[in-house]
């Protein structure tokens, strides 16, 4: 079946200790994103990658990295979590950009305490 | 700036019609989306246009006039289950997708 798949999906944590959430797609896809969410600001793009890599800033990437060592994976790295990344977040994979339909994972819901 | 908008909040009832819609302002444009999203759960894809006109898609059709910014989803013979929040998203010149903040639709019996 193809998916996206993302792992914790619920994650309880306490500020400055690292953490990483991890995505993997078994499609070949090319892009792999991640988006966080929050009340009435919808999704927010934090980083991209169009292929092995290569990685790219989305608009809200500060506190966040990522890494693309094989396709499939996309790991979102939190070096040092703070209260303010407390959110919804979503990991996407897509053939390419642009008219391409983008696939997600069911999510994980991150708390920082 | 770039700035996609939508009604925060919509309510319908069973068995209508509703049209969420959706203005745009961006930097080019390459094709509008509209996923649906549950509560708690992931964005899945609706539609997507990119030329002007009307696609049908079921009980479910978009429309998209490029010269006025704006597109619409359309729902007919509204189901409990269309109850969800319905993302528009506008791929821009450099072929980024540019999120709204998302309609949430009520469904009423």
């Known amino acids: 079946e193809a998916q996206v798949t993302q792992n914790p999906r619920y994650l309880i944590t306490v500020t400055g200790k690292k953490l990483t959430v991890t995505c993997s797609q078994n499609?070949?896809?090319?892009?792999m994103s991640w988006y966080r969410q929050d009340p009435g600001l919808g999704l927010r793009q934090i980083y991209y990658?169009?292929?092995?890599?290569?990685?790219d800033k989305g608009d809200v990437p500060e506190g966040y990295k990522v890494s693309r060592k094989e396709k499939r994976n996309f790991p979102l790295i939190l070096e040092s979590p703070s209260p303010n990344q407390t959110s919804l977040y979503f990991c996407?994979?897509?053939?390419?950009?642009?008219?391409?339909?983008?696939?997600f994972g069911a999510g994980t819901r991150l708390s920082v305490l | 700036g770039q700035n996609i908008d939508q009604p925060t909040e919509m309510t319908a009832t069973e068995g209508a019609i509703v049209q969420i819609n959706c203005t745009y302002q961006?930097?080019?444009?390459?094709?509008l989306f509209w996923y649906q999203q549950h509560a708690g759960e992931a964005p899945t894809f609706l539609s997507y246009?990119?030329l002007d006109g009307l696609e049908e898609k079921g009980r479910f059709s978009s429309f998209l006039s490029r010269s006025k910014g704006y597109s619409y989803l359309l729902l007919k013979e509204l189901q409990m289950k269309d109850s969800a929040s319905y993302l528009c998203?506008?791929?821009?010149?450099?072929?980024?997708?540019?999120w709204g903040a998302g309609t949430k639709l009520i469904i009423k019996p």
């Open positions: 246009n990119v």
């Open positions: 961006t930097s080019g444009f390459n094709g």
């Open positions: 996407a994979s897509s053939p390419g950009t642009g008219e391409n339909i983008q696939y």
């Open positions: 990658s169009m292929n092995v890599e290569v990685t």
């Open positions: 998203a506008v791929v821009d010149s450099n072929y980024q997708l540019i």
């Open positions: 499609m070949n896809h090319e892009y």
